[in-house]
Structure formats: C-alpha cells, structure tokens
C-alpha cells in the first residue's frame, strides 16, 4: 500500500464510522434547504446543498453513502422541482462517481484545494442538467447558471466545519 | 484513473459499473417520463412523500410573514383583505366576460349560444411555490386529488389566465404558466375577433403570436382574450396584452410579441376552473407532437422552389 493512502485517509477509515443518524439527517436538512421557497432573481444562486451534502459523506463515509443514494435524492428532487424524472438523479450519480473516484486525491488537500475539486464535480452535475434540457429543447439560460455551482462549491468549507467537525469529534470520543 | 480495490476488500460493483448503471437507469426514467408518461403513478406516490417535507422547509417563511403581518397590519384588515382576494377571483370570471360581452356588443357577433358556463365549481387555491429551476415555468398549488383537480383545468387570478394545470398529486398540482415554451392558449383580439394563438416564449413574461399574416390587423395595445375553440379554456378570459408588433415585407409572418395579463410571477391565490362538459366529438384529435412538426414544416415550405 503506498503511504499515501495511510495517512489521512487510512486513519480514518480504521476508526468509527460516523453515525447513521448523523447522515440521515444531514441529508434531510440539505433537501430541506433546496425546497426553501427560491425564486426570482436568486433562482439562479440557489446553491444545491443537497448536492454538497451528498459529496461529503460520498468523500467522509464511501461505505455507506454512495451512488445509490445519489440516485434516489434526485428523484425526489425531480418531484420537488416538478421536472422530467431522473435529471436530477443522472446528474447527483455523476457527482457522486467523480467523487468516488477522486475521494482520496481530495482528502490528501486542503480545505482551498478540495474545494476546487468539489467545484468541479458540482458543475460537471450542473452541466448534465443543463445538456439534458438543451436536448429536450429548453433555451439556455444565461452563463449565470453556473453562478449556482459555484455557490455550491463554497459551501464545502462551511459543511465541512459543521459535518467534520462533528464526526470527528464522536469518533474520538468513542474509540480510545 | 480508478482505483480498484483489491478483491479481499470487496465492496460490491465497481463506481464505474455503478455509474453505468445508474445512468441507464436515469436515462430509461427520463425516456419513460418524457416520451410515454408512464410515470404519473411514480411521480405521485414520491410526491406524498415530498410534500410534507416542503411544507415543514416552508414554514419558516411564511412563520416569518405571519410574524411581519401582524405587526404591520391589524388582524381585521387582514381578514377582510383576504375575504375581499376570494371575492375578486371569485368576480374574476364574471368581469372578464363583462369584457368580451362589450366587444360583442360593439362588433354584433352572435357567439353567446358556443358560451359554456364557467366558475361554477371552482376551486380557489393558494400557490405554495414556484418551480425551483430555470428550465420550466410552473407553480405548486396546494389543491389536488383530494379537491378533484383535474390535469387541464384552467388556471386564472383577477386578471387573467395564468395557466393550466398539468399535472395532479394527491394534495397539490402543478400548473404550467402560460410563458412556458410550447405553452399555448387559442385567443382571439377583442377589437375584431381575429384568432390566433398565444405560445409561451419560454422567457420570463413574454408571449408570442405566431403564424399571423403580415396583412392581419392587430397592433400594439390590442387585448388578446380566449376563444373557447379548444374546448378547454372558456371562451373570454383575458389572456395577453400585445406589446410590439414587428411587421415587415421581408417576413412571411409577422412577429408579435405580448405581455400576459396575469401577475404570472407574482400572485398568491389562484382559482382552477372546471373543465368545460365534453361537446360534440372533435373532427380529428392531433397530438402536441403533431402540432409542433407541422409547425415546422410550414416554414420549411417557402425554401421550396415556386
């Protein structure tokens, strides 16, 4: 095994996983926050936090948060959103891949650095939405449609700070 | 670039496996959606679960305009204004055949007997949300199954039609704005009863009229109201308002361009008309797909050699 890959990453995954709870309801709260009532003018900065959320414990928990569920919160964002089922869903699996496969590469940065990685995972998401409703024959919306992946992306910091910190701090209080 | 685990570590299909997956499985979801509408049934069962959720993420904002209403306002003058909101959508009908009733009268058109009675049965619903992408121009109204909304039905406020309603969960539907792209209302102008029919530009309060002679007498200002030939909308709701008329000798239709007649974006309660009875069977039923190729095709027609 190269070394690499034991030291942020291999440490981690040696200790407990953060709690199921923890997940769920991160999850929910980052669904909730997309169904806030946006319109107008600040549809187009709507950050997708779901989407961050997802790429988190895609990055944090590989094991327990992965494709499939990607899958089924865009769904459910599909409903929400009333558009064509699976936009959402192809786009947040596409995310979710990148940061598979990316996840060790990410966590070896810094908060700064992985952000720039997770801002191009989230637009690669924003850019199979917007392939898909050009091909169903939407108008292209404007360039400030990537104002909003890029609001996505900032949040990695903050949703750090608040999930990380809090996983950490029950891993290190329930393992010796 | 992937890295494979080793297989001692199993941990099921690979992510690119699963990606393919996942994707065929999007892609088969979207195709099912878009092409047969198979999945009403999906799409409404999920709704059940999606709609409490959106109205717990709502209600610290409307907790929020409870909260400012109070203070700005006394409770009686809300409760009034709000009686007096019902009141006018219920008039909105009324007033808006009052319209046509006029036109009639000054043109001495014989059109009362194609009338269908209207606003009998409505149901008056509170918008819960916009759309949230800048793809559709939709809204959320919190009456559904439940109510007996129907997908068709069409959508007005107090001063013109807003929609139509597309698509129907169990306790809230969706209504589809008239400046959708593709979103089409037959109308006629009020001044001289010619008929046309307003499209959705797609863009954010603009309708179009296509397919109008550069000959035809309409000009800006002009009220386009709804002709009631669809058999859907009834005939004399305010539709549009044309704003510019673009008539030049080098286009074989002019272009025409108008402003709906409803706050499209900015409304709070809207009332969903009943479907008019079903009238005599029509000649030939032609499906959107049908329309829009023949919408092609006609001015593919004037490259041909004459």
């Known amino acids: 095994m190269r070394p690499a890959d034991l030291t942020p990453v291999a440490r981690d995954v040696m200790k407990l996983p953060a709690s199921a709870g923890l997940m769920f309801f991160s999850l929910l709260l980052g669904y909730m926050v997309s169904a806030l009532p946006w319109g107008g003018r600040w549809l187009l900065t709507r950050p997708d936090v779901l989407l961050i959320v997802l790429i988190f414990w895609t ?39 990148g940061a598979q496969v990316l996840r060790v590469r990410i966590l070896s940065f810094s908060i700064p650095e992985q952000t720039l990685h997770v801002l191009g995972l989230t637009m690669a998401a924003s850019a199979v939405t917007l392939l898909l409703n050009l091909l169903l024959g939407a108008d292209f919306p404007g360039y400030a449609y990537f104002i909003s992946p890029l609001v996505t992306a900032l949040l990695w910091g903050p949703v750090n700070w608040l999930l990380y910190s809090q996983a950490v701090r029950r891993r290190r209080e329930s393992t010796p | 670039m992937i890295r494979q685990s080793p297989s001692f570590f199993h941990r099921g299909p690979s992510p690119l496996a699963r990606l393919t997956f996942f994707t065929l499985a999007a892609i088969a979801l979207m195709i099912a959606d878009h092409r047969f509408h198979a999945l009403e049934a999906m799409r409404l069962s999920l709704s059940v679960v999606v709609h409490p959720l959106q109205a717990i993420a709502r209600m610290p904002s409307e907790g929020f305009a409870k909260v400012g209403d109070y203070f700005r306002n006394q409770q009686q003058l809300l409760e009034e204004n709000r009686e007096l909101k019902a009141r006018v959508l219920e ?26 009675k209207y606003a009998e049965g409505g149901v008056i619903a509170e918008v819960l949300y ?21 997908a068709g039905m069409p959508v007005i406020d107090g001063s013109g039609v807003v929609g139509q309603v597309t698509s129907v969960g169990t306790f809230a539907s969706e209504v589809t704005l008239v400046t959708e792209k593709d979103q089409s209302v037959p109308v006629m102008v009020v001044r001289n009863g010619l008929r046309g029919v307003a499209v959705g530009a797609g863009k954010d309060g603009l309708i179009e009229v296509p397919f ?12 386009l109201v709804t002709s009631g030939i ?29 402003r709906p007649a409803a706050g499209v974006d900015n409304y709070r309660y809207v009332m969903l008309l009943p479907l008019p009875p079903a009238g005599a069977p029509r000649p030939e039923t032609r499906s959107a797909e049908d329309l829009r190729k023949g919408a092609k095709e006609r001015p593919r027609r004037r490259d041909a050699p004459r």
Do not use: C, W
Request: proline residues 4%.
């Open chain 1, 59 to 97: 990055v944090h928990e590989p094991r327990s948060i992965g494709q499939g569920i990607a899958f089924v919160m865009g769904l459910l964002m599909d409903v929400g959103d009333s558009m064509l089922l699976g936009q959402h869903a192809f786009a947040y699996v596409v995310a979710t891949f």
């Open chain 2, 91 to 116: 008039n909105a009908a009324a007033a808006q055949e009052t319209r046509l009733f006029r036109a009639e009268q000054q043109q001495l058109l014989q059109m009362s007997a194609a009338r269908g």
């Open chain 2, 130 to 150: 916009n759309a949230r992408n800048p793809f559709t121009r939709k809204i959320v109204v919190d009456k559904g199954l439940t109510q007996n909304v129907q």
């Open chain 2, 212 to 223: 109008m002679p550069v000959s035809a007498d309409i000009e800006a200002g002009d009220m």
């Open chain 2, 230 to 258: 669809d058999a859907t909308y009834p005939p004399g709701l305010l539709v549009a308002k044309v704003t510019v008329v673009d008539k030049k000798a080098a286009y074989v239709f002019a272009k025409i361009a108008a």
